[in-house]
Nanobody, 123 residues
Framework: QVKFVESGGGLVQPGGSLRLSCAASGVTFTTSPMAWYRQAPGRQREWVATLIPSTGLRNYADPVEGRFTVSRDSTKNTVYLQMNNLEPEDTGVYYC????????????????WGQGTQVTVSS
């Protein structure tokens, strides 16, 4: 059974930084494409970053391009999302998941969602 545990969220002022972690069991991040997603209150879940381990290719959604960086530690089967220069619009619950294809420009998640980690950007 695939399980994700996201952590590292918190309250940060605009311009600040956070590093989120996603620890996985039942799946190996060395072979499975993965994505970070977020959901703001009253909005649909959106993707923010993807990582293809076989190629090292990373993609970022336009709102976070240049500010967020996705990485992984294969020894810990954990992926990270380094978030810099945070903006209030980055507020939301952040999740990770694996995917096998893009559907309508969206990395289609295939596993059960974890509990997510709350990120709040506010002064």
């Amino acid at each position: 059974q695939v399980k994700f545990v996201e952590s590292g969220g918190g309250l940060v002022q605009p311009g600040g930084s956070l590093r989120l972690s996603c620890a996985a069991s039942g799946v190996t991040f060395t072979t499975s494409p993965m994505a970070w997603y977020r959901q703001a209150p009253g909005r649909q879940r959106e993707w923010v970053a993807t990582l293809i381990p076989s190629t090292g290719l990373r993609n970022y959604a336009d709102p976070v391009e240049g500010r967020f960086t996705v990485s992984r530690d294969s020894t810990k089967n954990t992926v990270y999302l380094q978030m810099n220069n945070l903006e209030p619009e980055d507020t939301g619950v952040y999740y990770c998941n694996i995917f096998t294809e893009w559907i309508d420009r969206y990395p289609d998640p295939i596993a059960t969602w974890g509990q997510g980690t709350q990120v709040t950007v506010s002064s």
